[in-house]
């Protein structure tokens, strides 16, 4: 099976939450303030072979100050001038970075859009798979992409909404959580991390845990916050905007682990393959029936 691991890199290579939050804590600072005079595009397509629009990036942000860059999911936002409501969203797809640059600074390979910035910097988005995204929104909250997505794990979502989603979904509890419309920003590696903590086999149906919605919730603000910690997991290419590696890949606690000891029992980490997708659990801590009491 080639797909399997293939898909496996991909983890590797998709940044998630914390990934991007540590992105926007890095640029926060950086950009908070500064006035955007000028767009550039490299003119060629990113996400599903979509052309940006220019133009209405360059009419969202030309002459506004960046009031402030936030994430949301796994959303990068860029909010402008004095209305929350106007900014640019990016999503870094597989191999997006953003970098701030000087003007005068050579251009990495794959740079498809810049924002020239008052007093010299450029913000570059560089991308060399172009699976990433940027747009404006005016409002943000009505790009189709953001009204979609779920609650947001660290900031939005409380025990009892989640409770509530998982009673209506008849998906396993890993899809239920990889769904973004259910719960925004995670992805394979904190999902596999996430349900190790709480004890809850990947499998377990979603709406036979209603009653442990506190605990799951718990298992994911922890996995997301030792992720955070570490500036993101960087297993192959990921850095975040300093250009810095993270380094939370050695703190996992099941995701790539297979055939090696779990960390809390000692028991073989076991990697099986649902739809596509390897799974990292142990079946001693996280055993089929306690999931589905
Ligand atoms: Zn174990």
Redesign the pocket.
């Known amino acids: 099976m080639r797909s399997a691991p293939f898909r496996t890199i991909v983890d590797h290579l998709m940044p998630e939450l914390p990934e991007v939050e540590t992105i926007a804590r890095g640029l926060d600072p950086v950009l908070r303030g500064r006035r955007v005079d000028a767009v550039w595009g490299s003119g060629l397509p990113l996400h599903l072979n979509r052309p940006v629009d220019l133009r209405a990036l360059r009419s969202a942000v030309a002459g506004r100050t960046i009031a402030a860059v936030r994430r949301r999911g796994k959303y990068l936002l860029m909010e402008l001038g004095s209305s929350e409501d106007q900014g640019v969203l990016v999503h870094l797809g597989m191999t997006g970075r953003l970098r701030v640059q000087p003007a005068g600074a050579p251009r990495a390979p794959h740079t498809h859009v810049v924002f020239g910035l008052a007093g010299g910097d450029e913000l570059r988005f560089a991308d060399a798979r172009r699976f990433g995204w940027v747009q404006a929104g005016a409002p943000l909250g009505a790009v189709a992409a953001l009204a979609a997505l779920g609650p947001d794990p660290l900031t939005e979502l409380d025990a009892a909404a989640l409770a509530a989603a998982l009673a209506t979904s008849r998906a396993p509890i890993k899809s239920f959580l990889l769904d973004q419309r259910r719960v925004a920003g995670l992805g394979n590696i904190y999902v596999a991390e996430a349900l190790f903590r709480a004890g809850i086999h990947p499998a377990a149906p979603a709406r036979r845990l209603v009653a442990r919605a506190q605990e799951l919730l718990e298992a994911i603000r922890a996995s997301l916050a030792g992720g955070i910690a570490r500036r993101g997991t960087t297993l192959r290419d990921y850095v975040d905007a300093d250009g810095q590696k993270g380094d939370n890949a050695s703190a996992l606690l099941v995701y790539g682990r297979a055939g090696e000891a779990?960390r809390?029992?000692g028991?073989v980490i076991r990697r099986r393959v649902d739809a596509g997708r390897a799974t990292f659990f142990?079946a001693?801590?996280q055993p089929a029936r306690r999931s589905r009491r």
């Open positions: 779990c809390r029992c028991a142990c001693t801590c």
